[in-house]
């Protein structure tokens, strides 16, 4: 059964939608990433519904969502309440949850704050801290042709971000650190009006590179120990959410798993779908069998 309807959370309504919504398993929450994108990249996942619910929703400010003007919701602790209400208003008392990039500093977020019912977390290509994914992005651009590297860091000195030559720059980025496979044009045109470039700008900036909005302090590498629950952390081995930072994460988790996604960069979901949908079915199934 397939329900989708609206839920109110602080600053306005979001859109949600439920997979297999009879099914007897835990459910599993997505939580997309941006800030300011949406699920639309992540429908793929509603296979993960074989046994149990899926669960997604376009955060506020973006995809099928209320979209308000008031820039001081973009903040990390808005959107934390903001879980919190989808699942009360979904009677989701117990959950798996799943976040991808953004959608990782929000989980973790989340689950230090002790929310009751998470019965597992997975961060798949995490960024919880975001001094450390800055200083990644600086070893990921050096990787690049000299001119590329060039025009990446002459525009973000010089503030030209929104130029043709540093949008072709950052093509060339995200061919090696973000999607390593064949663009769908038409798909990507289809999402385009998903995101919402004020809600990223706000709370990231203006570029991947270089955070400039209100996450640029955001590291909760320091309270890691504290995630009683099991996790699983996965990466691309050539995501922009690097392996050494991701392994990093996982051993300062005290019930955690890793696991590298071989042929990815930053979306093994579209990536590598069926080793994707492997790996973290298994890992639910084998959750949901010890509790």
Known sequence: MYEEGFVEVAGGRVWYEIYNKDAKGTPVIILHGGPGSSTYSLKGLKELGEDRPVVMYDQLGCGKSDRPDDLSLWKVDRFVEELGQVREALELDEVHILGHSWGTTLAAAYVLTKPTGVKSVIFSSPCLSAPMWEEDQKRNIAKLPAEVQETILRCEESGETDSEEFKAAIKEFNKQFVFRGEPDLEWIKAGSGMKN????????????????????????TP?????????????????????????????????????????????????????????????????????
């Open 223 to 291: 309270q890691l120990g504290e995630i009683e629950c099991p996790t699983l952390y996965t990466c691309g081995r050539y995501d922009e959410a690097t392996p050494e930072s991701t392994e990093y994460y996982a051993e300062k988790t005290p019930i955690s798993e890793f696991h590298v996604f071989e042929e990815s960069a930053h979306m093994p979901y579209m990536e590598e779908p069926e080793e994707y949908l492997q790996v973290i079915g298994e890992f639910l199934e084998k959750i949901d069998r010890q509790v």
């Open 197 to 220: 470039p004020v809600v990223y700008e706000t709370m990231w900036g203006p570029s991947e590179f270089t955070v400039k909005g209100n996450l640029k302090t955001f590291d909760c």
